[in-house]
């Protein structure tokens, strides 16, 4: 039974979110509290086309019907346990003519939004404990709980109510979130007590999929005086911690179909279930302290597993993330941009800088690994090409991945050095030459013991172009670009790339100077996007022959 404590955490959770709805001027449109479902080209689906519709809570009510799959709900009893603001029953009773709809919540704010949507219906709406159901033995055909479970602090107790209430062969249609180490004992619990399986599904890239599509300055507009990061994890919004762990499949998102047995239910033993809040609570935890450090690295934002394409962007010499940030929005919005930040340049200022490019590429690799099943480009401007071309023959030295697309910008191959640059800047002072090379703030170029910092920054980068030479043949295909008002990198020290790669090199000659990815971000951004989604054709070609 649960301790009055968690109920009236859980109350009191409900009541500061309706008042967040309201204040957000939300309450109105605000019928579903679960993370939505967004469809993703080559992963199954579930729904009965149609039972969605369009509008403001279609990914919301995707997810509904994504939950109810094939379930026919015409003359059955259906009680929606958790119902939250009544958007799940707002559908059955929309598309379907159940006999009864019974919904219980803990909340009467939930409770009372539930009963203003639903107004005119024939459901009827309770207060009531999810882990002690006021609902007659055998009296449900089926029952509903989507994202509700996750605050219950008796799952055993929850779900022994449900077996109870269920007519034998009755549905227990359940969505929520697991750790992913605690997927299997609860499997074998089901089972133990009297559930048959009839289907399960990771629907956790297309969870993720729909949060990445939540309207910009919702999480602002919702968190008003509470902090801010703890109304992103509620909603799992992209950055945060629980997004992170969906992302990184250290928490999985289920959607389950199991069958009540007519056979006596035999003693199961739940404990181990009951850990899955303070587990959840743990890899938050994990996570926020490896996202403090993941922004270092991306500040722009990171790899994603659920992206379609997760480009990795590193900069020219001495240059800092911000001289790619205006390409985040030159590609389709299930491509991640992640422009990277190497230590010794603006938010890294203090740090030291690499000066070996070794170094860089050895800190770069746990970074990149996680994403290693996803279609990875690697683009590099300049001194970042070395980079990226080094990283790529890492990870396929190593059997991590073979990358998607490496992108070469106005930089000699990796067995050619690179000019140097006090030849192009000449006789200039480090402000002049930082200014020209661009990514570097006013407030730091007015700053001589900034200047000084950057100074030792200069000489790291190159230092690190310096003791760089390689002669390795990558299996990734290379895109190189040189620029046509270029007076540093000439078109055939772009060329020399050409047998560096055993996987097709295309060499494109852009307008501009050696400084156009900053300068005009969205000429070769778009080649760049071109080129990615060429390379994205040619697999699935490659797929449909196999």
């Not at 309201?22 to 939505?36: M, P």
């Not at 999810?130 to 089926?142: F, N, R, T, Y």
Request: glycine fraction near 10%.
């Amino acid at each position: 039974m649960p301790t009055e404590p968690v109920a009236e955490r859980t109350r009191s959770a409900y009541s500061a979110l309706d008042e967040a709805f309201v204040q957000a001027g939300l309450d109105g449109h605000a019928h579903f509290l679960n993370w939505g479902y967004e469809p993703i080209a080559g992963l199954a689906d579930g729904a009965v086309p149609g039972l969605a519709q369009p509008g403001a809570n279609e990914a919301c009510e995707r997810l509904v019907a994504e939950l109810l799959g094939p379930v026919a709900l015409d003359g059955l009893r259906v009680a929606d346990i958790g119902c939250g603001r009544g958007g799940a029953l707002d559908i059955v009773t929309r598309r379907y003519h159940p006999l009864a709809a019974i919904g219980l919540d803990l909340s009467a704010d939930n409770i009372a939004g539930a009963r203003r949507l639903l107004a005119g219906r024939r459901v009827r709406l309770q207060l009531a404990d999810a882990c002690a159901l006021p609902l007659a033995d055998g009296s449900q055909e089926v029952v509903l709980n989507l994202e509700s479970s996750g605050a219950y602090p008796d799952m055993g107790a929850f779900l022994r109510h449900v077996r109870r209430v269920l007519a034998p062969g009755g549905l227990f249609l359940h969505g929520d979130l697991w750790p992913s180490e605690l997927v299997g004992p609860f499997l074998e619990t089901m089972e133990e007590m009297g559930f048959v399986l009839e289907s399960l599904r990771d629907v956790t890239r297309q969870v993720c999929r729909a949060r990445d599509r939540m309207p910009a300055g919702l999480m602002a507009r919702l968190a008003g005086a509470r902090r801010a990061a703890d109304v992103q994890d509620y909603f799992a919004a992209p950055g945060s911690a629980m997004y992170d762990c969906l992302d990184r499949g250290a928490i999985t998102y289920l959607l389950g179909r199991w069958r009540r047995s007519a056979e006596a239910a035999g003693a199961a033993d739940t404990a181990l279930l009951e850990t899955r809040a303070a587990r959840i609570e743990a890899l938050l935890g994990e996570a926020r302290a490896s996202l403090a450090e993941r922004a270092d690295w991306f500040p722009f934002g990171g790899p994603r597993r659920g992206a379609d394409v997760n480009i990795l962007a590193f900069p020219h010499a001495v240059a800092g993330a911000s001289a790619f940030k205006a390409w985040q929005g030159q590609f389709p919005r299930d491509w991640q941009v992640s422009p990277v930040q190497l230590p010794g340049r603006e938010g890294r200022i203090a740090e030291p800088p690499f000066t070996t490019l070794s170094a860089a590429v050895e800190a770069l690799l746990p970074k990149v690994r996680p994403y290693r099943d996803t279609p990875l480009v690697l683009l590099g401007w300049s001194l970042g090409s070395k980079i990226a071309f080094e990283l790529a023959h890492r990870l396929e030295q190593e059997g991590t991945c073979r990358p998607l697309l490496v992108v070469a910008g106005v930089c000699p191959g990796p067995h050619e050095p690179l000019p140097d640059l006090r030849s192009f800047f000449g006789e200039d002072g480090m402000e002049t030459r930082l200014r020209l090379l661009g990514g570097t703030p006013e407030n730091i170029l007015a700053s001589g013991e900034m200047l000084s910092a950057l100074q030792t920054t200069m000489e790291g980068d190159t230092a690190m172009a310096a003791s760089y030479r390689s002669e390795a043949v990558i299996r990734a295909p290379m895109l190189a670009l040189s620029a046509t008002q270029d007076d540093l990198v000439s078109k055939e020290a772009v060329e020399s790339w050409r047998p560096r790669t055993a996987g097709g090199f295309t060499h494109r000659r852009l307008e501009g100077g050696h400084f156009m990815a900053r300068d005009d971000a969205p000429a070769v951004a778009g080649v760049v996007k071109d080129a990615v989604a060429e390379r994205l054709r040619q697999g699935d070609r490659q797929a449909e022959v196999a």
